[in-house]
């Protein structure tokens, strides 16, 4: 079994609706959470981070983190074609020397 | 803040010749960067992890005395290709973490690297 799972995609939506993506994982001991967002050949670019479980916003932004279901959501209101991208879900234990990423999921925002 | 680069971000060199690709932070010090590959529609693939001041951890599979890793300061990683092969082609990107910030990554532009 994979450390963290995300669903590759693709996903294709509407401009102006709303993005919904997840990764789950299996390891308890991870603390850290981020999301990254990736466009065609160039470097990831953090966009959230988010510590332990709860909730957190960001502009058209919000990540969700349930450590008791090992589940992490990042959900993009009001798309925009320029938010196509291959997004990563990475998630950290408190040492940082497990250090994991999703596969990435790739999201057309269609105009 | 937490900006990253590298040099070259495009690099074409023929089989045999070795390629040198640097890593810097620009406005933060990062003992421990990290070295990834990525092909095409595939996610990132940790190679090693650079640790200033001693000798970088290489992921299973990774060849040390092919992709070698130099982390002589708290601001620059280097990785140099031996020898390369047209296999070799990918791209390149490296990550620093923030000494003191947390355990969260920035990373670099990317360095594609074809071999021909």
């Known amino acids: 079994q994979k450390e963290v799972e995300q669903d590759p995609g693709p996903l294709s939506v509407p401009e102006g609706a709303i993005v919904s993506l997840n990764c789950t994982y299996s390891?308890?001991?991870?603390?850290?959470f981020m999301w990254y967002r990736q466009y065609s050949r160039k470097g990831p670019e953090l966009l959230m981070y988010?510590?332990?479980?709860g909730n957190k916003e960001d502009g058209r932004f919000t990540a969700q983190v349930d450590k008791s279901s090992k589940y992490i959501s990042l959900f993009i209101r009001d798309s925009q074609p320029s938010d196509s991208a291959t997004y990563l879900c990475?998630?950290?234990?408190?040492?940082?020397?497990?250090?994991?990423f999703g596969t990435g999921t790739s999201l057309t925002v269609i105009p | 803040g937490a900006v990253v680069s590298q040099h070259p971000s495009r690099v074409i060199c023929k089989s045999g010749t070795s390629v040198k690709i640097e890593c810097r932070s620009l406005?933060?010090?990062?003992?421990?960067m990290f070295w990834y590959r990525q092909f095409p529609k595939q996610s990132l693939m940790l190679m090693a992890t650079?640790?200033?001041?001693?000798?970088?951890?290489?992921e299973q599979g990774v060849e040390k005395d092919k992709f070698l890793i130099n982390h002589a300061s708290l601001t620059l990683s280097t990785l140099t290709v031996t020898s390369a092969h047209p296999e070799d082609s990918s791209f390149y990107i490296c990550?620093?973490?923030?000494?003191?910030?947390?355990?969260?990554?920035?990373f670099g532009p990317g360095t594609r690297l074809l071999v021909l």
């Open positions: 988010t510590y332990s479980s």
């Open positions: 650079s640790n200033e001041g001693s000798k970088a951890t290489y």
């Open positions: 390891n308890s001991a991870f603390q850290y």
């Open positions: 990475a998630m950290s234990d408190s040492t940082g020397n497990q250090f994991y």
């Open positions: 406005d933060f010090q990062a003992t421990t």
């Open positions: 990550s620093a973490r923030r000494d003191g910030g947390g355990e969260t990554q920035y």
